[in-house]
Antibody, heavy 118, light 111 residues
């Protein structure tokens, strides 16, 4: 069974750093792109970027380029989303999702709620 | 502003049919048969309902169907049930480097 399990909720202060994770299992982890999606409170889904674990090829949506870092560690079958300096506007739910060969997002993590508040 | 355009909201009564549109360009929706639709209930992760324009994953009701004409894809839900009330997002493969573009989402209200 394909599963994506994300790390737990985080509460941080502005300016702090953070790295959240998404662990894949039940499939050949290296061979599928994994994307990250932001959902601001009460808002829609936003595609942040995507990583191919086999060679760590990473692409970012323009709005998120330079704002976050996406990475993957195939030895741990885990992808990561990190911030070097959080802002209050980063408060959101973050999902990881696996891109299938048919370019659909059939498998999603359960989401990680990130709250940034002083 | 999202890359794909969806109506903000649609509504229908139980038993009726509704259609949600998703308009893109020849670089995404119009150029490839890789349009998907995800359903999201409040507080839940999205769930894939349609992939490859018109294919249903195993376990998805045949009340859900998808189609495409030119740069516009559509999701039709027939025989509306109260449980269909949710947000619906289209997504498509894109020939840009990010591979995926989303619509802004459509809130379906079952009256």
């Amino acid at each position: 069974e394909v599963q994506l399990v994300q790390s737990g909720a985080e509460v941080k202060k502005p300016g702090e750093s953070l790295k959240i994770s998404c662990k894949g299992s039940g499939y050949s982890f290296s061979n599928y792109w994994i994307g990250w999606v932001r959902q601001l409170p009460g808002k829609g889904l936003e595609w942040m970027g995507i990583v191919y674990p086999s060679d760590s090829d990473t692409r970012y949506s323009p709005s998120f380029q330079g704002q976050v870092t996406i990475s993957a560690d195939k030895s741990f079958t885990t992808t990561y989303l990190q911030w070097s300096s959080l802002k209050a506007s980063d408060t959101a739910m973050y999902y990881c999702a696996r891109l299938g060969v048919d370019n659909s997002l059939a498998y999603w993590g359960q989401g990680t709620l990130v709250t940034v508040s002083s | 502003q999202s890359a794909l355009t969806q109506p903000a909201s649609v509504s229908g009564s139980p038993g009726q049919s509704i259609t949600i549109s998703c308009t893109g360009t020849s670089s995404d929706v119009g150029g490839y048969n890789y349009v998907s639709w995800n359903q999201q209930h409040p507080g839940k992760a999205p769930k894939l309902m349609i992939y490859g324009v018109s294919n249903r994953p195993s376990g998805v009701s045949n009340r859900f169907s998808g189609s495409k004409s030119g740069n516009t894809a559509s999701l039709t839900i027939s025989g509306l049930l109260a449980e269909d009330e949710a947000d619906y997002y289209c997504s498509s493969y894109t020939n840009s480097s990010t591979l995926v573009v989303f619509g802004g989402g459509t809130k379906l209200t079952v009256l």
